[in-house]
């Protein structure tokens, strides 16, 4: 029997391998290029946001203590980030002072399907509160989390401890990324869509996450900065 056929077998084997491996390494130096261009538009970005919003911080600073003197100004939470891990996440504080206290109460009012909370008429949330929501104005101290680079400006939103105990293994698939400021979530209908429809968005954005792509989304979601109906 000839031993030509294995001989051939063995050669394209080969020939697929390399090809493949040469794909693989392409993909690799691509995405290596693609997240040092994403790190630097981070830092870029986020610094200038910082520096130009400073009076719009200092209004709000005001804005909140006039409503609730006792509370801070800022509010911190601890979020899980890229590889599960934990980082604390800024936000300006839109509910009052003992919120956290409260939900407890609340939580089989929660209006979202699956491992995540929120209420459209939530009662912990200050007038202000309501204002910087519904803009999402509440979400710009993030820009430092951004700087310090435990999020990026754009990809999947970061969940809390308790929302990431409920995960499955398909759910952690978004937590493979720097989560981010924005994402495919946020302009694609944010809280009229299901936890599962999220993770899915999320999977998506991994998928496809691109220079452009982010872009594209950071565009979109200046929509959301000026009142979408779908925040709360």
Not at 93 to 102: D, F, G, P, Q
Request: aromatic share 10%; proline share 6%.
């Amino acid at each position: 029997m000839s031993l030509n056929p294995n001989r051939k077998e063995a050669e394209a084997v080969l020939e697929s391998s390399a090809y493949y491996s040469s794909y693989a390494a392409e993909n690799k130096r691509n995405l290596t290029g693609y997240l040092m261009m994403k790190r630097a538009m981070d830092i870029v970005a986020a610094s200038i946001g910082l520096i130009f919003l400073m009076p719009v911080f200092l209004l709000l600073a005001i804005a909140i203590k006039i409503e609730d003197p006792k509370g801070p100004v800022f509010f911190s939470q601890k979020r899980v980030g890229k590889g599960e891990r934990p980082f604390h996440m800024y936000k300006f504080r839109s509910m009052v002072s003992n919120a956290e206290e409260l939900l407890a109460d609340l939580l089989e009012k929660n209006e979202i399907q699956g491992a995540m909370f929120k209420m459209k008429d939530d009662p912990r949330i200050t007038r202000i509160g309501k204002f910087i929501r519904k803009t999402s104005i509440d979400e710009l101290p993030q820009l430092w989390n951004v700087v310090r680079g435990d999020m990026s400006l754009v990809g999947p939103r970061p969940p809390l401890p308790r929302e990431v105990a409920e995960y499955t293994a398909y759910d952690k698939q978004r937590l493979k990324v720097t989560p981010g400021c924005t994402g495919l979530w946020q302009v694609s209908g944010r809280n009229n869509l299901s936890f599962k429809e999220m993770v899915e968005l999320d999977i998506r954005y991994i998928q496809k996450r691109s220079l452009p792509f982010d872009i594209n989304i950071l565009f979109k979601t200046v929509k959301v900065l000026f009142g979408s109906r779908d925040a709360f």
